[in-house]
């Protein structure tokens, strides 16, 4: 029962990183109608900025909240500059950007920072009070600024003026147009919001796989098995899906498939919700007459 509960808390601890980069999967998708394939890459990136700042002498907070804003900056820049143009672009011409994105980041990362493995800091002591038996610090932390970020979203979306505006020009941009929102604007502060939010996974994840320009792949996986579950379209099923996907993958991976195939559950879980649930367990059913 000990190792049953370890295992569960600890797919909880993966689950938060997994929702916060399915998250930012969820903002592009709701601002582009496409997956971005080359959020996970764009996430490693961030995080070598990030170890680059520590290496520098920058305090850990220090270098996260600027490894954010630099996010921030570099995927509006890259919604400004690369995807804007292409908005009327057929979807494969897309789908070839966004694998083209991914290429370019692993490349300028293992050129810039080298494609040794590189220890990444936590910002949980191993000591620290919050930690246990059952749980690390880490886990733990990990866990908290997930639900930060959850919280602080919530928040943004629901009941500020600019969240509102978002959330206006990502689900109908035709009609925000008319009112006069800028959705060219809004829509490049969602892909900034996403690749911070893409950042803090980086950040999270790289003390426990450690850092090399590969390290997002497998998680990218895991978080797009999250988004697809939850609902591609639907933020709060993204989390819900990205936390569900990492304690089956746990759970599966010690008591039924093993170590060696745990990738293997999310390909089956996505598989198996194109099959059963395409539009995911809070995505809309988008019903269309003829």
């Known amino acids: ?40 890459e764009m ?16 305090p850990y907070w220090a270098a996260f909240f600027a490894t954010m804003a630099i996010s921030f900056v570099l995927a509006a820049a890259i919604e400004f500059a690369v995807i804007r143009p292409l908005h009327k672009a057929p979807a494969l011409s897309i789908v070839v950007v966004f694998i083209g994105l991914l290429m370019i980041f692993h490349s ?24 246990g038996s059952v749980m690390s610090p880490h886990q733990v932390g990990t866990i908290f600024v997930a639900l930060c970020i959850v919280a602080a979203l919530f928040t943004f979306f629901r009941y500020t003026t600019l969240g509102l505006t978002m959330r206006a020009a990502a689900q109908n941009p035709g009609s925000s147009r008319l009112l006069g929102i800028n959705v060219g604007r809004t829509l490049m502060l969602g892909w900034g919001l996403a690749g911070a939010i893409g950042a803090v996974s980086g950040m999270m994840v790289a003390p426990v796989v450690f850092l090399d320009p590969g390290m997002m792949t497998g998680v990218l996986i895991y978080a797009f098995a999250g988004a697809l579950i939850g609902g591609i379209d639907n933020a709060v099923g993204a989390i819900v899906g990205g936390f569900l996907v990492g304690v089956l993958e746990n759970l599966l991976g010690t008591y039924v498939v093993g170590t060696e195939l745990k990738l293997s559950v999310a390909l089956v879980l996505i598989v198996g919700v194109l099959i059963v649930r395409p539009a995911g367990l809070f995505g809309r059913r988008i019903v269309q007459r003829v």
Not at 16 to 37: E, P, R
Not at 50 to 58: D, F, R
């Open 108 to 131: 300028l990362a293992g050129w810039i920072f080298g494609s040794q493995i590189k220890e990444f800091p936590s910002p949980f002591a191993k000591d620290a009070w919050f930690g």
């Open 1 to 40: 029962m000990e190792t049953f509960i370890q295992q569960l808390v600890a797919g909880l601890a993966t689950g938060g990183i997994y929702a916060s980069l399915a998250l930012a999967l969820v903002m592009i998708y709701q601002a582009t109608h496409h997956v971005n394939f080359a959020q996970g």
């Open 43 to 58: 996430a490693m990136f961030s995080t070598f900025i990030a170890w680059a700042l520590i290496q520098s002498g920058m």
